[in-house]
């Protein structure tokens, strides 16, 4: 159980086009799903969380307006790159947490989408 | 906002030995979380543990709340164990992860 997947798995792009990231909780509901970013050798920085029917909170100087993100259901967030530079390449992965009542408080995490932009 | 530092960065070792990683974070925290992340990127779930110890397999993790710390445990190291492990928080009131730095793993055989 608590599997999340992602897709694309990879994408590369041209500069100036925008591009969509699906995460997906397979077998349980999610109200919160979140969105990291992982440069090469580094850690994992978070981006926004984002809430099933709201908006999506997002981190410091993340720009809301280049990373547009959306959780139109229980058991799918969208993360779409707008008009993507070179600087955007990079990992990018999301998470979800359980949010049955009593249940574990820990999040799992999608396999990832390396995005390159050309 | 929170800090969250692993040491050591980086750990080699043959292939049967024992090692311990660190995770320190620097204000209370509601979860904790240990992960491997495998060469492909996958985060893999090693444990959940905001408090108290717990062992699964070859691995086990302790974590002292009250100190701000936690440790994971590798015994008989494998090559498959090789990547980065990371430790991961939640501030209080929260549900976002931070990640700490992380410690890369090489096992050699």
């Known amino acids: 159980g608590a599997v999340v997947s992602q897709h694309p798995s990879r994408v590369i792009c041209k500069s100036g086009t925008s591009v969509k990231i699906e995460c997906r909780s397979l077998d349980f509901q999610a109200t919160t799903m979140f969105w990291y970013r992982q440069f090469p050798k580094q850690s994992l920085m978070l981006m926004a969380t984002?809430?099933?029917?709201?908006?999506?909170?997002?981190e410091q100087g993340v720009e809301k307006d280049k990373f547009l993100i959306n959780h139109a259901s229980l058991t799918l967030s969208t993360l779409t790159v707008t008009s993507a530079h070179p600087e955007d390449s990079s990992f990018y992965i999301c998470?979800?947490?359980?949010?049955?009542?009593?249940?574990?408080?820990?999040?799992?995490f999608g396999p990832g989408t390396r995005l390159t932009v050309t | 906002g929170i800090q969250v530092e692993q040491s050591p960065p980086d750990l080699i070792l043959q292939e049967g030995a024992n090692s311990t990683l660190r995770c320190n974070f620097s204000d209370s925290v509601n979860n904790l979380q240990w992960f491997h992340q495998n060469p492909w990127g996958q985060l893999i779930n090693l444990f959940y543990i905001p408090s108290g110890t717990k062992q699964n397999g070859r691995l086990s993790a302790t974590t002292v709340a009250t100190e701000r710390y936690s440790l994971l445990y590798i015994s008989s190291s494998q090559t498959t164990d090789s990547g980065v492990y990371f430790c991961?928080?939640?501030?209080?009131?929260?549900?976002?992860?931070?990640f700490g730095t992380g410690t890369r793993l090489q096992v050699f055989p």
């Open positions: 998470s979800a947490k359980n949010t049955v009542a009593g249940g574990p408080h820990e999040q799992y």
């Open positions: 984002s809430n099933e029917g709201s908006k999506a909170t997002y």
């Open positions: 991961a928080v939640s501030p209080y009131n929260t549900d976002k992860l931070i």
